[in-house]
């Protein structure tokens, strides 16, 4: 970002999302993601920074509410969370890594490897979205449909995310080559049983494909059967089937196959053990 000319600490949201408005803004939250970036047609650098009320984790009977600033130690550190969610932050990076990444950010940059994205899809989150025209939600799945730049041209902040009570119980899995690397594989699910039978569910996965999303032949596969390895077999075939893994060096198609139905069936046998 050699050709920057501004650097703007706004005070409220509406000052932030004021400056959105020209083509050659970008936003700084975390910094993870903007210090890497070389775009030439950057001129204006807005730092969240002093926006305090996005940094906060509201828990109430009805939502979770996490402001777009909390960060993954945050995350990892608050008491009353899904274990998915503190799963899904704890899988990211490395600590001082962890102490910047934002909610927010997870979000924003869009790239394969991210983990928060798979464990909301899961939990089927709200993505609350500002810009002059006022606030917006939308679920993650529609947020992530394409490319989070896409979503937010056009002037439009992640101000929080929101997640629905009472919630399913969720399981998240990752699996890399180590403890802070890349993801080679991540896989949530999301299940609601009732009278021991599968009401609704939520399969997501990312880092094997290039955006994360929900994998609908596996859910379709869950609903109506009861928990348990027959039909958490039956889903992780699907999500085989369904999924058309990315190119990666570091493994092949058919390992990434068996990756996604192994950790398909731990994600599921995760949830029904999980704590909400």
């Known amino acids: 970002m ?3 000319e501004k650097f703007i600490r706004p005070a409220t949201v509406a000052a932030a999302v004021s400056h959105l408005k020209t083509p050659d803004s970008l936003v700084l939250a975390g910094g993870t993601g903007v210090t890497l970036s070389r775009d030439p047609n950057v001129r204006t650098v807005i730092d969240l920074s002093e926006l305090k009320e996005l940094k906060s984790i509201e828990l109430s009977d009805e939502r979770i509410r996490l402001g777009a600033m909390v960060t993954m130690t945050q995350l990892r550190r ?11 932050a704890r899988a990211i990076g490395s600590t001082p890594l962890r102490n910047v990444i ?5 979000l924003a940059r869009g790239v394969y490897w991210n983990d928060l994205p798979v464990a909301l899809l899961a939990m089927g989150a709200v993505v609350e979205l500002t810009s002059e025209s006022g606030v917006e939600k939308i679920p993650i799945a ?3 449909a394409e490319h989070p730049k896409k ?4 002037g439009k902040l992640i101000t929080a995310v929101e997640i629905g009570r009472p919630l399913a119980q969720v399981g998240y899995v990752k699996f890399a080559r180590t403890e802070v690397d890349y993801a080679i594989c991540n896989l949530a699910a999301g299940l609601r049983v009732a009278d021991g039978v ?13 955006l994360a999303r929900r994998v609908p032949e596996a859910e379709q596969a869950l609903v109506g059967a009861a928990p348990g390895e027959e039909a958490f077999a039956r889903a992780a ?10 190119p990666d060096f570091r493994v092949g198609r058919e390992y990434q196959r ?7 069936r731990r994600a599921l046998e995760t949830a029904t053990q999980s704590e909400q």
Do not use: D
Request: net charge negative; charged share 15%; no cysteine.
């Open 102 to 106: 934002t909610v927010g950010g997870e």
């Open 2 to 4: 050699i050709n920057v």
């Open 78 to 88: 608050a008491s009353g969370l899904p274990s998915a969610l503190v799963a899904a």
């Open 237 to 246: 075939k699907a999500v085989v089937e369904a999924v058309e893994p990315r």
């Open 142 to 144: 529609a947020f992530l």
């Open 151 to 154: 979503t937010l041209a056009g």
């Open 198 to 210: 599968i009401r609704e569910a939520r399969v997501a996965v990312g880092a094997i494909v290039p």
């Open 258 to 264: 068996q990756l996604l139905e192994s950790l398909t």
